[in-house]
């Protein structure tokens, strides 16, 4: 007769079907499991068809794993290890090795002549994976701004710079790197940040950075750091804003946007000495800073020796004309800029760079080490290629062909589906400004049709810190660098049918 068939009729006599972790009370109200052998072998017989090297690990991880999930819950005796490897048809070592390793985890406890119960201090349940990455499942058509076209993604160029990376990177370059970032990136960086946007950059106070996010939270902590406990952002702006301030402990006050850009005179009156900026291209009106008001704003950080972020989220996308250069290169001493390749190749990559005023670097520099010890080696070093061999400018010079023809593209189809509607802000960037008449109704009620349509959009009232007013013109922020043309002429046309539910 067989290991299996002995089991099968040791199951069959001592009730191996009956639930996990059944319990009678033994001596002195200690709770015995009835039928433990039979439930622990049912348990973790899978483990036994493990190769013989890896058995012992096996049985291990199924001990555990029915800890974990309440299959085996607190209190149940386990057979000796005498009785289970039996039952299992493995050594008696094997299992000895499994209920000390559990043991000493604090999955098992066990007495001297008291056997192995399973303890009392696991309370875990079976994790789950949940994607928290913004979304818009189930809609016909998504108008979310902030996501560029992924599929433009240069897969074939960046495999290849990759190839070469791994090829020729030295060997200590694999150890912990600068926490400004490895020389070479910076080196890259500086030169295609002054030719590009019109940046004073110098590699020494380049940071790389896992995007504009993390850039902002290393600046809030800067500034916390020196005393500040309130920053400026633009009113209407980027809701993200707030919230990585805050995780600095550093509060927002809202400032209005005008048709020039931040109202000084807010600014002036607010009493704070940092204020975040989008001049370039104003996150969300699409408008650009005037020279008038970018004047202004440095008069201002120079009087009160002040600082201005300036975050160059898509300043490389202008259509009508060659972009406006950074703010930053009319005064590094108070200006921080930040940009990143989230728009122009792709946000999974987490990588783009902080330009640091001197008087700030080294509170910077320090906080980047202690937050993650820098920048991942080999992203840095393919990066650095691709902007080296010229890849990086094909890829925005791709880049701007598509989403200049889908910015035309949706213009369009808006002025077909929407008669009277006004786009506004410049020809620029991921997004336009759309603003409807009000006979096409209410803010609330036009959105709630073309949800129930299958559209997803955002109203420009999701970006401002002011209560909207109900009978103002409906104004969305919509996005189209995701979209192709036709989806988004599909998209502008099912809007326009649910306008009417």
Known sequence: MTSSETNRQRGARTGAGEQVGAEVSGGAGV????????????VLLPAVSAPARARGRALQTALREAVRSGRLVPGTRLPSSRDLARDLGVSRGLVTEAYEQLTAEGYLRSGRGAGTWVGGAVRSARPRARDLAPRSPGARADF?????????FPRAAWAAAQRGVLAELPHHELGYPDPRGLPRLRTALAELLARRRGVVADPERIVVVSGVAQASTLLGFALHARGLR???????????HDDLYAAAGVGAVPLPVDDEGLAVGPLQASGVR??????????????AYSARRRAELLDWARSVNGLIMEDDYDGDFRYDRAPVGALQGLDPEHVAYAGSVSKSLAPGLRLGWLLVPESLAEQVIERKRTMDLGHPTLDQALFARFVERGDYDRQLRRCQRAYRERRDALVAALEEHFPGARVSGIAAGLHVIATLPKRYGPEEAFLARVTAAGVAVRPLSDCTHTRPDPTAETRLVIGYAHLSPARIREGVRLMAEARGR
């Open 230 to 240: 309130e920053v400026g952002v633009e009113d209407p702006g980027s809701p993200q």
């Open 31 to 42: 709770p015995v499991s009835e039928g433990a052998g039979s439930v622990a072998w049912e």
């Open 144 to 152: 979310v701004p902030g996501t560029p076209d992924l599929s433009l």
């Open 274 to 287: 940092a204020v975040v900026t989008t001049p370039a291209h104003q996150y969300p009106t699409g408008i």
